[in-house]
């Protein structure tokens, strides 16, 4: 039940607020791609050590997101937000003040916990809101996945060209602080329950090696080779530890992770769904960005440089927070379901428009911005519907678990779509480059990615109505019985 008192303050500023905690939490996902050969030259560093300086973010983000969020639920949404936003300050300020890989591995893994502040700001959203200004708010802080990633870019390209890219580090590190103390004056702490929950420790365990194993070897897996014993050992690690997770979260009176909750058609299909959606955004947000930068001489390639590659994704990411109003009006006309099947279409049409228009810079722009706009009205609809369907008192770790879904499709794509670029290549000058046929390998794969995620919208819906159907013909059933005096049978127990 929610709080007579869910907020003092104006409801737009604490969407505000949230939204920008939850940008500063996403930026660092994607600010150091185009400086990462610069940090490596820098501290002395291998291609493939200063590598970790991503992985270790994955590998922490993975893992870090479904713990702190049920924590949140059991100890207070808005003081895991700031919480979350203190430790990325600290990994911030960290790597700021190092020229050291290991320090900035350090940072980056604190970095990374921060990845929990986009379901924890939703959550937190949703609990504080009023009723009709919960859709657009939650809207907001989802759309911040696809914004900080498309702002990363062309903003580490900037201050790359221009500056040392500790200031990169400062930037995050500024906007963190400003963060955590506008929360803890604008947003209050939603009442929780009470209730005689403990700390699931097997189940943090089980769940931190699972996905470690998971995360690693996708993310290193180029690197190591994907049929080496390391990384096959590991996924069969992975695979035994999660079905583990599975058989004793069932059995655990407080699970760290709720999976007869998950079981449910329209939770596990919004989550499938989700790893589609952040799969299709994430390969054609980087094979936007290195397909600009191509030579000339491949015949698709404009040349372009760091800065001029992250532009192109600009017009997409201020797009997804320009449509947030209007998604969330249509989630509220249509329903989430027939909402995410929407977006799943607008985000194939955009990769098929990048299949065939390769001629022009603009045509570029124009097929990112268009699945920019496919993946905006997604990520509103994808929380909408895992709040839709979650029990109050778990909103923040479904709405984790969801994130991690997204976070996977975006680690899948990372490693689907570097091993085949990778694998079709052309002769440039002696150097091998990705050619325009893996590309659109790419991108066909992508596009089958958001067909799937419309297809799992459809299903949402369908049952959905199905279910309004059976309750109201349950209702008038009861009504006709209660007239007739006879027993209500068919009353839900």
Not at 342 to 368: D, F, K, M, N
Request: aromatic share 4%; proline share 4%.
């Amino acid at each position: 039940m929610r709080s007579a008192s869910t907020t003092e303050n104006p409801s737009g500023l604490s969407v505000l607020v949230v939204g920008l905690g939850a940008l500063m939490a996403v930026l660092p996902q994607t600010l150091i791609l185009p400086v990462i050969p610069v940090i490596a030259r820098d501290v002395g560093a291998t291609a493939g050590q200063a590598q970790w300086l991503l992985t270790s973010t994955l590998l922490s983000g993975a893992v870090a997101v479904p713990i702190v969020s049920r924590f949140a639920d059991l100890r207070g949404r808005r003081l895991m937000l700031q919480l979350t936003l203190v430790t990325l300050a600290v990994g911030s300020l960290i790597d700021a003040l190092t020229s050291d890989l290991g320090l900035m591995i350090v940072g980056r893994v604190l970095a990374g916990i921060s990845a929990a502040a986009v379901p924890l700001g939703i959550s937190l959203l949703a609990a504080t809101l009023p009723r009709e200004r919960q859709a657009s708010g939650m809207v907001v802080v989802s759309a911040m996945l696809g914004v900080g990633n498309a702002l990363g870019l062309p903003l580490a390209g900037l201050i790359g060209d221009r500056a040392d890219y500790h200031v990169l580090y400062w930037i995050v590190f500024a906007g963190a602080v400003v963060s955590v103390v506008l929360i803890s004056l604008v947003v209050r702490e939603p009442r929780i329950a009470r209730g005689q929950a403990r700390v699931d420790l097997p189940g943090i365990v089980l769940l931190v090696s699972g996905l470690g194993g998971l995360v690693l070897p996708l993310a290193q897996g180029s690197a190591w080779g994907w049929g080496s014993i390391r990384v096959m050992g590991l996924f069969t690690a992975a695979l035994v530890l999660l079905v583990l997770l599975v058989v004793v979260e069932r059995r655990t009176p407080s699970p760290l992770v709720n999976m007869r909750a998950l079981a449910q058609p329209a939770v596990l299909i919004t989550n499938i769904a989700s790893v589609f959606v952040g799969f299709a955004l994430f390969a054609s947000f980087v094979g936007a960005s290195t397909y600009v930068q191509a030579p000339t001489a491949t015949g698709y390639g404009f040349g372009a440089s760091v800065l001029t590659a992250g532009l192109t994704l600009l017009p997409s990411g201020l797009l997804m927070l320009l449509l947030a109003p209007f998604a969330a009006r249509l989630i509220k006309r249509w329903g989430g379901g027939w909402v995410l099947s929407l977006a799943g279409v607008i985000i194939a049409a955009g990769l098929i428009e990048r299949i065939v228009a390769t001629s022009a810079l603009w045509e570029v722009v124009a097929g990112t911005a268009i699945v920019g706009i496919g993946s905006g009205v997604a990520y509103a609809a994808l929380p909408s519907l895992i709040t839709a369907h979650s029990r109050p008192d778990e909103l923040s770790a479904a709405n984790g678990i969801n994130s991690v879904a997204r976070s996977m499709g975006s680690t899948f794509a990372s490693a689907i779509g570097g091993s085949i670029l990778a694998a079709m290549t052309m002769d440039i000058g002696g150097t091998q480059v990705p050619s325009l046929a893996g590309y659109r390998t790419l991108f066909v794969i992508c596009a089958a990615a958001g067909v799937l995620a419309a297809a799992g919208g459809i299903i949402v819906a369908r049952a959905g109505a199905r279910s309004t159907t059976d309750n109201d013909d349950s209702a008038r059933t009861g009504t006709a019985q209660h007239r007739a005096g006879l027993p209500l049978t068919n009353r839900a127990e």
